[in-house]
Structure formats: C-alpha cells, structure tokens
C-alpha cells in the first residue's frame, strides 16, 4: 500500500515511544490515591490530556492543580521509557518542515520522554498546553497543520488510539493507526493499521511524501 501527502503528524506515546509500562504504573498509583477502578483509569488515560482524565474521573478535585502533580510524577517515571521500532529512522529520514508531533503530553513531559527514549527534540510540536480542547477534538491536529502551513486534507496522521485515530479524522486527515496500544480490532476507524512504524519506507519525490508499507 502507499499513502502519498504533504505532511506527517505524529502522536507521541504509542506511536514514537513506548510509555505504556510507564503509563500504567503512574495512573495505577493516582488510581488507589483516589479509590478509583486502576483498570478503568488507566484505559482512560491513554491518548487524552491528563487535565481532561482528572476532570472526567475525578470532578471532585480541583483539576487544574492535581494535573500539576500528575504531570511531575510522569515526568519521575522514566524506566521503561524506549523508542518504537522504526522510530528513530522515520523521523531521519523526513525533512523537518515536513512532521511535527502532536501530543496529549505536556511540552515538559513530551521533551522528557524524547529524551529517556534516545530520540532527537523536536521543533515543530503541538502539545496539552497548546490547544483548549484536546483529543478526541480535532483541534490540536488542525493546529499542527498549521504550524506547518499545510492543509489538513494534505496530512497524514500517525496514532495508536481510539480516541487519537477520532481526533485526526475530524480534522480531515488520513490516519494510520499502529497496533501499539491497542488491538487492532478497535482501530478499524482508521485509514489503514500498521504493525509499527519499522513497515514504513519514505520517500520525498521533491512535490510530497510517498509512504509505503505492505497491505
């Protein structure tokens, strides 16, 4: 199969970097703080702000502020953090106006995870604190069009959630879901599902980005 466009848009956790482990274990420990089902936050967390998972859980606490300390531990909670197969060599291999990452992360965590996974910062980045409405809202996949000053039909959206593959697709873009997070069963939403970004080749013809995989 290949898939041609002007720009990739790329989700962070589950997409670039594996966080799950990390991910798990810190809203396991809010979840008990809280004495709520840890299965059912967990499940909640994944691809939505974490200021939007408190209010939704949690509207008995003022939000605002427990995010401040959910956002430390995940910044502390570095083991386990690594890079996704295929990666680190996508991100090399694409001209840096042509991608940026657009995340339910805070800039501070996001840059923190780049960081513990061994891959490069990234300039062109859209994150929980840019937007107002975070996934499922398309709002913060049309912001990272912006950033790179191309339309959203013209984009190509790289994520591992439900709530991720909803967010791109309402921003009219073609999305691509991997099978990171969650089985495949709940991505069929998607344009297309992928194994991992390793299955990808890019290539730059000079008009767009033609990106190729097997069906």
Request: aromatic share 6%; charged share 20%; proline share 7%.
């Amino acid at each position: 199969m290949i898939l041609s466009c002007q720009a990739i848009l790329f989700d962070l956790d589950g997409v670039l970097v594996d966080s799950t482990p990390a991910v798990a274990r810190v809203w396991t420990r809010w979840a008990h703080e809280q004495g709520l089902d840890p299965e059912l936050v967990v499940a909640t967390a994944h691809g939505r702000r974490s200021l939007e998972t408190i209010r939704k859980l949690a509207p008995h606490l003022i939000a605002e502020q427990e995010n401040i300390r959910v956002e430390a531990m995940e910044i502390a909670e570095k083991d386990g953090i690594t890079a996704l197969p295929g990666s680190a060599e996508i991100l090399r291999a694409l001209p840096p106006a042509k991608f940026a990452i657009v995340t339910s992360a805070t800039r501070a965590l996001a840059m923190a995870r780049l960081s513990y996974a061994g891959l490069p910062a990234v300039s062109r980045i859209v994150c929980a604190d840019d937007v107002i409405n975070g996934k499922p809202s398309p709002e913060p996949y049309l912001k990272g069009a912006a950033i790179l000053g191309v339309l959203p039909a013209h984009c190509l959206v790289f994520e591992d959630t439900p709530t991720g593959i909803q967010a791109g697709l309402a921003a009219g873009m073609k999305v691509v879901s991997l099978f990171t997070t969650y089985p495949a069963s709940e991505l069929r939403a998607a344009t297309a599902i992928a194994r991992s970004l390793a299955d990808f080749t890019v290539a730059n013809d000079g008009e767009g980005l033609r990106l190729s995989f097997p069906d």
